[in-house]
């Protein structure tokens, strides 16, 4: 089995090799405009998409009244293992289940993504990023507890996620039909957005980085995009569970130390960081500003944060709904830390210090290769960090999402078919790596992802009552002192 999928793939690599590189950015710009032109329409110049998540998210916050803020440190002290037991269902503690999404969510979004939201949207892209990172708590936190509490338990196996309860929960009021054909479109979706949305960008952008660094590799990228694709297939045939236990056990550590090299170059460039923060917010709130003003970074902002956290793309509710608990809200308590981490954290310093290196002016392109430069300021060997920070980044993402996406795929197809799924990230994954046309990767990934959300957003919002009330008997519990 494992020699016919390399035949395959590498079937299906010189096929798309005749075709000649230039082939694949018309490819992926058709692509974009083919599903913004059906997908999306604007209401005062933004997308009616956005405009309702960005609803979603803020609804979500004040249904549950702020419980981002007030459960903060709750949800800490669950995370750091205060309620553990073995005695609890499940296979994973909170720790790993959090590490694990984690693992997904702090890639190159968190990267390259924030370098794109300001090329797309300008510096003012990343407040709204960080705002929108602070109202998807809700959503991740809403998406997880309904997903713990619809999860089907079994002797050797637990499953659940967005299409396990859009189905459940709409049967469960008379609409059975209507909740199988929503479950199957977002199951759809989640399979394309593994695909056009985790395996095209984040190939695109290791690519990128790694060209950066060595003229020839910059000349043949297809013979890095082959490595790539290559190391991707043995991963993935290997045991995705095992090499995701693996990535989430690195990545906190690589995060960790690019959060400290974000905080040295603030520190060699703190005589600007004034100004710096003056431009981010004036950008984010003025409508003459460059790359369409304050209307421009909000859509570049939600849309790359959406993207960079996955708060209400259901994601995360697959892997935190096989915890070791019994307790619905207790699990999506520890799910809605992520985006204040990824989102809040990471995305916020990697913009300030794209900002105030005066990267984004340099003129170098899009993605990663902005990132790099802020990190040259420092000293010409600085960005060694970032090259070596980046694959980790890039290949835990990929197989933690990926690896979401084929429950997607079971749903819908079962088991007997995944090698299809797995064939095809493998031929993305070689294809996007040869792409030079990173923003329109990062349009399909983005739309995805926003397509996701909005399905998932719509069934939060009628599902809230549920999710209320499971909050308000935990929190009654807790009160009690009746929760173990």
Not at 88 to 107: E, M, N, P, R, Y
Not at 377 to 398: C, D, E, N, T
Request: glycine fraction near 10%; charge should be positive; include cysteine.
């Amino acid at each position: 089995m494992i020699y016919r999928l390399f035949y395959i793939a590498f079937f299906c690599l010189f096929v798309s090799c005749a075709y000649g590189l230039d082939g694949y950015d018309t490819v992926f710009i058709e692509i974009n405009d083919f599903i913004n032109r059906f997908l999306f329409f604007k209401v005062f110049q933004v997308p009616f998409l956005l405009l309702l998540l960005a609803f979603g998210y803020i609804f979500l916050t004040i249904r549950f009244r702020f419980l981002n803020i007030r459960m903060f440190k709750h949800a800490f002290a669950i995370l750091c293992g205060k309620y553990d037991t073995d005695h609890h269902d499940g296979h994973i503690t909170h720790f790993q289940a959090f590490a694990t999404a984690l693992s997904s969510t702090v890639g190159l979004g968190t990267v390259a993504g924030v370098a794109i939201a300001v090329s797309m949207g300008g510096p003012g892209a990343i407040p709204w990023m960080v705002i929108t990172g602070f109202f998807g708590m809700s959503a991740k936190f809403a998406e997880v507890t309904l997903a713990f509490r619809h999860r089907t338990e079994g002797k050797d196996k637990l499953f659940s996620g967005p299409f396990c309860y859009i189905r459940n929960g709409l049967e469960e009021i008379g609409l059975k039909k209507l909740g199988m054909f929503l479950a199957s479109t977002y199951a759809i979706f989640f399979v394309l957005s593994g695909l056009g949305g985790s395996v095209a960008f984040q190939t695109n952008q290791m690519v990128s980085i790694l060209s950066g660094y060595s003229c020839w590799i910059d000349a043949h990228p297809w013979c890095l995009s082959s490595i790539i694709s290559i190391l991707l297939g043995m991963i993935i045939i290997g045991g995705i569970k095992r090499i995701a236990k693996v990535s989430s056990a690195l990545v906190p550590i690589m995060s960790i130390i690019y959060v400290c090299s974000c905080l040295v170059i603030i520190a060699f460039n703190v005589h600007n960081l004034g100004y710096t923060l003056k431009i981010l917010f004036t950008s984010m709130v003025d409508f003459n500003a460059i790359n369409g003003g304050a209307t421009g970074a909000f859509i570049a902002g939600i849309q790359r944060a959406i993207f960079a956290s996955e708060a209400g793309v259901g994601s995360a509710s697959i892997t935190h709904a096989v915890a070791k608990d019994k307790e619905p809200v207790r699990t999506g308590l520890v799910a809605m830390i992520e985006p204040c981490f990824d989102t809040m954290l990471v995305c916020c310093l990697t913009g300030i210090t794209i900002v105030i290196t005066g990267a984004y002016q340099a003129g170098i392109g899009e993605g990663i290769l902005m990132t790099y430069k802020a990190f040259e300021s420092v000293s010409s060997w600085f960005p060694i960090l970032l090259i070596i920070a980046a694959p980790l980044f890039a290949f835990s993402s990929i197989i933690s999402f990926v690896y979401c996406c084929e429950m997607g795929w079971l749903y819908l197809f079962g088991a007997k078919s995944i090698i299809i799924y797995r064939v095809a990230v493998i031929v993305v994954a070689f294809i996007s790596g040869l792409s030079t046309d990173i923003i329109a990767i990062a349009n399909i990934g983005g739309t995805l992802f926003s397509c996701l959300a909005f399905i998932n957003i719509v069934a939060l919002i009628l599902f809230s009552g549920q999710i209320g009330n499971e909050v308000e008997c935990y929190l009654n519990r807790l009160k009690n002192n009746k929760i173990n």
